[in-house]
Structure formats: structure tokens, C-alpha cells
Nanobody, 121 residues
Framework: QVQLMESGGGSVQAGGSLKLSCEVI????????LGWFRQAPGKEHEGVAN???????SYRDSVKGRFTISKDTAQKTLYLQMSELKPEDTATYYC???????????????WGQGTQVTVSS
């Protein structure tokens, strides 16, 4: 059984920073395709950043240069460092893990419970 536990959300002013963490409990961390997703009220669920088992990384265009995804295999933890936050980044952020094909659009097997990020102007 795999569980994902997010932490690190909160409220910040525009231009501020937050770092999200996602602890992966269970086996398979090294093989997982890991990613961060978000969903704002009234908007579609969208991929934010993705990191493959070999370390390959991709971002959605709107966060490039501001967000950094990383992972610590020893700690079995996924991170998302968010800087220069904008009000449009306000959403519930979820981490997710999956097997096999790894892309932002790839289906995931496991999801965290979500953590709220609120950016005020």
C-alpha cells in the first residue's frame, strides 16, 4: 500500500515563496513517475511539474523559472519549491505517483490528500 502525505501549503503575498513536501510511504519510490498537480475553484485539474525515475523534469509553461521540482530518494520525499508566487497560483496542490509512462498527462496510481496554497495580491 502506498500513501502520499503533502505538507507545506499556506498563505503568502504575491512575490512570496513556499515549499511543498510530499512524503511517499510504502515501496516503489525509485521507480515512480512523480508529479505535482493543482486545482483552483471552478478550474480544471492541471499538471504543474513532473519528475521521472531517471530525474527528467518538465514544467507547465506558466511556472517555468518560478517553480522547482526535486526529490530526495533516501527520504522518499518529493518537493516543489515555489517562488515569485502569483494570485493565479492559488489552488489546492496534490502530489501523485505512477508507474510506467511518465509525462505530465500520464495517469497516476496514487494521490495525496492535497494542500492549499493561497496567494494574495
Amino acid at each position: 500500500q502506498v500513501q502520499l502525505m503533502e505538507s507545506g501549503g499556506g498563505s503568502v503575498q504575491a512575490g512570496g515563496s513556499l515549499k511543498l513536501s510530499c512524503e511517499v510511504i510504502g515501496d516503489g519510490f525509485k521507480e515512480f513517475c512523480l508529479g505535482w498537480f493543482r486545482q483552483a475553484p471552478g478550474k480544471e485539474h492541471e499538471g504543474v511539474a513532473n519528475i521521472d525515475s531517471d530525474g527528467s523534469i518538465s514544467y507547465r509553461d506558466s511556472v517555468k523559472g518560478r517553480f522547482t521540482i526535486s526529490k530526495d530518494t533516501a527520504q522518499k520525499t518529493l518537493y516543489l519549491q515555489m517562488s515569485e508566487l502569483k494570485p493565479e497560483d492559488t489552488a489546492t496542490y496534490y502530489c501523485a505517483a505512477g508507474y510506467g509512462y511518465c509525462a505530465m498527462s500520464a495517469a497516476r496510481n496514487y494521490w495525496g490528500q492535497g494542500t492549499q496554497v493561497t496567494v494574495s495580491s
